[in-house]
């Protein structure tokens, strides 16, 4: 991981517990928009590689 950056419905998460009719119950990562660079892939995995920048 890279970078991480919050958005709007995170910062109602972190004021209020919530985000519309969605309630936080139980403790809760924020910030899910990131960037980063693969380390490591599996045996199987053919569309990304070591090294490869990835965002999601």
Do not use: N
Not at 15 to 27: G, I, L
Not at 28 to 33: D, K, L, R, T
Request: hydrophobic share 45%.
């Amino acid at each position: 991981m890279k970078a991480v950056g919050i958005c709007g419905s995170d910062v109602h998460y972190l004021k209020t517990m919530r985000c519309a009719h969605f309630v936080v119950r139980e403790p809760m990562v924020i910030g899910h928009e990131c960037a980063g660079v693969i380390e490591e892939v599996g045996d199987e995995v053919s569309s990304l590689a070591v090294g490869d920048r990835v965002a999601l």
